[in-house]
């Protein structure tokens, strides 16, 4: 398929609740959107999901606007690309920067899914047509705030809750989750708060039967996540260390996790996602797909991918209600009693509101 144009969109949305986590607080989502036109008329969609600032990995807005429109718009406007697949190829010269590649890459899988007449879920070798989802709540400033909130979400239906946690928010405070909440699916996600020094705070987690701990030690971190791994029960998944396919295998090899959080935008994109999850689904390491508080676009993403077979576990894939006052799709992302079901209509399968895009677009540029 030959892609004619490509329009980036710069956003600003705010959520309709601050969303804390060790690293900061946000409320107003600075990202991109990448819109890719074919010959025929169709367009593709992708979100970059990144923040303002680069406080959960090195990339941040406008590095990503920048990377897109120096180096990889240029690389596929006017160009004919035969399947999504090869783009990794053809981005591979330009180190990291997997967000920005991301949010294009993402944008030409939506396109060739749509010329192919089916979903990107199926174009991507999804099985599932239902997918299990989780939320994730940020820290709170009292218990009594967070017990309430968690009490909303399981009567949502939520499949499992996920708590930020950060040293002083972690051991007192989920021993009162468990008090009033004995028995949910619970886990805690740290986004790298802690070191091997803070053994015994991780240890002392073990008593909670937690799903799981996400990303405790330093981002990137294998080795010491091995360590840990040998010392604690709970299950280690790993969301800030895998950025590909190689960090997986090795992560796998060294032992450093026995669950990953697999992200789209962190990994470079679906393909390098597909090659993630062949390779945990062979080594038997389940996975989930974690969320960067997307736009209803970037979320129809993450549900297509955890339609593969190997996401066995609940995602942070919640509701658009969850995050924001009107989505930019239509219809919403709604989740039924913490069951999502997959959209079998032709790519992401959500229609793009065009009017509430540019309600909240503050920048925006046309590369033809
Ligand atoms: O660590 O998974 C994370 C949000 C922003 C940045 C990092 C993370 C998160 C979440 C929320 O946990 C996921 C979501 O609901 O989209
Ligand atoms: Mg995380």
């Not at 169709?42 to 979100?47: H, K, R």
């Not at 996600?189 to 799981?212: G, H, Q, R």
């Amino acid at each position: 398929m030959k892609i004619k144009e490509v329009i980036m969109y710069k956003m600003k949305m705010r959520m309709k609740n601050p969303f804390t986590t060790s690293f900061g607080t946000e409320q107003d989502r600075e990202f991109l959107l990448v819109e890719v036109r074919s010959e025929d008329g169709l367009s593709g969609w992708g979100e970059g999901v990144t923040s303002e600032r680069p406080l959960y990995s090195e990339e941040f807005t406008l590095q990503s606007w920048y990377m897109l429109e120096e180096f990889l718009i240029p690389l596929v406007v006017g160009q004919k690309i035969d399947h999504p697949d090869n783009l990794q190829e053809l981005f591979k010269p330009y180190k990291r920067n997997h967000m920005a590649k991301s949010a294009l890459e993402g944008a030409v899988w939506d396109l060739y899914a749509k010329q192919n007449g089916e979903s990107l879920a199926k174009s991507l070798g999804g099985t599932k047509s239902r997918i299990e989802v989780g939320i994730s709540l940020g820290i709170e400033n009292s218990y009594e705030k967070l017990m309430e909130s968690i009490q909303a979400k399981v009567d949502e239906g939520y499949k499992r809750i996920k708590l930020k946690i950060k040293p002083g928010k972690d051991v007192e405070m989920i021993r009162e989750v468990r008090k009033h909440f004995p028995d949910i699916p619970l886990m805690v996600d740290a986004n790298s708060a802690y070191t091997l020094d803070d053994i015994d705070v991780l240890k002392a987690l073990d008593e909670f039967d937690l799903m799981m701990i996400e990303q405790p030690l330093m981002a990137g971190d294998l080795i010491d996540h091995a360590k840990l791994q040998k010392q604690i029960s709970t299950p280690v998944c790993l969301d800030e260390s895998i950025h590909s396919h190689e960090d997986a295998r090795q992560a796998i090899e060294l032992g450093s996790c026995k669950i990953i959080n697999l992200k789209i935008g962190r990994v470079g994109g679906l393909t390098e996602s597909k090659r993630i999850h062949n390779l945990c689904e062979q080594a038997g390491i389940p996975l989930w797909c974690g969320g960067m508080l997307e736009s209803g676009i970037g979320r129809a993403h993450n549900i297509a991918i955890a339609s593969l077979a190997n996401f066995t576990l609940p995602g942070d894939t919640a509701s658009s209600s969850r995050y924001w006052n009107k989505d930019i799709i239509q219809p919403e992302v709604i989740a039924e009693n913490g069951i999502l079901t997959v959209n079998d209509h032709p790519g992401i399968g959500y229609g793009v509101d065009r009017n509430e895009v540019a309600k909240h677009t503050v920048k925006k540029k046309i590369f033809d």
